[in-house]
T-cell receptor
Framework: AAGVIQSPRHLIKEKRETATLKCYPI?????VYWYQQGPGQDPQFLIS???????DKGSIPDRFSAQQFSDYHSELNMSSLELGDSALYFC????????????FGPGTRLLVL | KNQVEQSPQSLIILEGKNCTLQ??????????LRWYKQDTGRGPVSLTI?????NTKSNGRYTATLDADTKQSSLHITASQLSDSASYIC?????????????FGKGTLLTVNP
């Protein structure tokens, strides 16, 4: 069965650079969630979209922005990268109401040097 | 204090043995509780999801229980396999109006040795 696809899987950037992470949800899923997981930390919810509209906002820094496109894929744009942004970024998707099980992608590992 | 507490932090067992992981939560209003398995460097994989009206749910060798009165859940793994080595995360969902929040526990790191 198709799963959530994230790209790239690994990314190395320098401080103050920008990065764009992409997420392709499971086909027919209309809700996308972004999480940030630092080393040894539990995932922190960043932001979610339902039917291309922002549905909830968590601890997403102002330097980050995200959107969901007409084909339901989502992109997380990160600017002015800081060393502390180094983490594993997960995307998850679900169908319909946000309370259903979320299916996680494999994550994008971002390293900021 | 974390609103979702898991114990033990880590656990080492021998292949074939059973084990039970615990999750206590204080978040409210409670919507549902999920258990995820997360292999190192990979995304969490859902094992079970339970609403407050359910007190047990099984998925193969995994059985989750929930006591909504005491706000406790457990994940029992039967006949453990080497591939069960992973972090097991308890996640509680809170619903408020049109929004929702997932609160993650810090996980129990399970190591299954041959």
């Amino acid at each position: 069965a198709a799963g959530v696809i994230q790209s790239p899987r690994h990314l190395i950037k320098e401080k103050r650079e920008t990065a764009t992470l992409k997420c392709y949800p499971i086909p027919r899923h209309d809700t996308v969630y972004w999480y940030q997981q630092g080393p040894g930390q539990d995932p922190q919810f960043l932001i979610s979209f339902y039917e291309k509209m922002q549905s909830d906002k968590g601890s997403i820094p102002d330097r980050f922005s995200a959107q969901q496109f007409s084909d339901y894929h989502s992109e997380l744009n990160m600017s002015s990268l800081e060393l502390g942004d180094s983490a594993l970024y997960f995307c998850a998707s679900s169908l319909g109401q946000p309370d259903l099980t979320q299916y996680f992608g494999p994550g994008t590992r971002l390293l900021v040097l | 204090k974390n609103q979702v507490e898991q114990s033990p932090q880590s656990l080492i067992i021998l292949e074939g043995k059973n084990c039970t992981l615990q999750c206590n939560y204080t978040v409210s209003p409670f919507s549902n509780l999920r258990w995820y398995k997360q292999d190192t460097g990979r995304g969490p994989v859902s094992l079970t999801i339970m609403t407050f009206s359910e007190n047990t749910k099984s998925n193969g060798r995994y059985t989750a229980t929930l006591d909504a009165d005491t706000k406790q859940s457990s994940l029992h793994i039967t006949a453990s396999q080497l591939s069960d080595s992973a972090s097991y995360i308890c996640v509680v969902s809170v619903v408020g109006g049109s929004n929702y929040k997932l609160t993650f526990g810090k996980g129990t790191l399970l190591t299954v040795n041959p």
